[in-house]
């Protein structure tokens, strides 16, 4: 696709549920990145790969969060027994080159547990 | 958290007046990129700067590195309407890790 694609747009689950967030990059980039933008402030990064392997895993909030990116291209984010506190929107995003690159954001995926 | 300090907050101008967000850090960054984000939209790369004392410029738009490499702005000239949104800064950290700052939200009134 032309943009870097995030499914689902809006996810609604329950206290205790798993889910998946996935993330469809730009064709050819390198690095993808998750980050978790809560409301009026700025993307807060979660991790990121270069090709399938996760390079930098220190911003992920705990072990109930995990992200794999198995093939070098679509990746998914994991959270499971979610808590009410991990309701914010997820981010990807791409580049081409990885160090020093310009960052291609997807639309997010609003996450909310109820 | 967060490395990069961002001011102000908020900023509220009639459209036509000038506009300058500041980005300040207490380490020598390597680079510094800025975005702006529309409301309900996502982050959109604006550009990067790298060199000590870098100023470019995208038509109103003017971005400054500082001479240490510790503070960045972007300054708006006779702002419109659609420079409405938030405006952020990102530092590079700990290899290809992007660090954004909280951001300044920019409202123009018409």
């Known amino acids: 696709g032309a943009g870097v694609s995030q499914s689902p747009r809006y996810k609604v689950t329950k206290r205790g549920q798993d889910v998946a967030l996935r993330c469809d990059p730009i064709s050819g980039h390198v690095s993808l990145y998750w980050y978790r933008q809560a409301l009026g402030q700025g993307p807060e990064f979660l991790t990121y790969?270069?090709?399938?392997?996760?390079?930098?895993k220190s911003g992920l909030p705990n072990d109930r969060f995990s992200a794999e990116r198995p093939e070098g291209s679509i990746s998914t984010l994991t959270i499971q027994r979610t808590e009410q506190r991990d309701s914010a929107m997820y981010r990807c995003?791409?580049?081409?080159?990885?160090?020093?690159?310009?960052?291609?954001f997807g639309e997010g995926s609003r996450l909310t547990v109820l | 958290g967060q490395q990069v300090m961002q001011i102000p907050q908020y900023q509220h101008v009639q459209e036509g007046e000038d506009f300058t967000t500041y980005c300040n850090s207490s380490t020598t960054l390597s680079n510094i990129q800025w975005y702006k984000q529309r409301p309900g939209g996502h982050p959109v790369f604006l550009i990067q700067l790298v060199k000590s004392g870098e100023v470019k410029k995208q038509k109103r738009l003017t971005f400054q590195f500082g001479e240490a490499k510790k503070n960045s702005s972007l300054h708006i000239t006779a702002t419109q309407t659609t420079d409405v949104g938030t405006y952020f800064c990102?530092?590079?950290?700990?290899?290809?890790?992007?660090?954004f700052g909280e951001g300044t939200q920019l409202t123009v009134n018409p």
């Open positions: 995003a791409s580049s081409l080159l990885g160090r020093t690159g310009e960052l291609f």
């Open positions: 790969f270069n090709y399938e392997a996760q390079q930098d």
């Open positions: 990102a530092e590079e950290t700990s290899g290809s890790r992007l660090t």
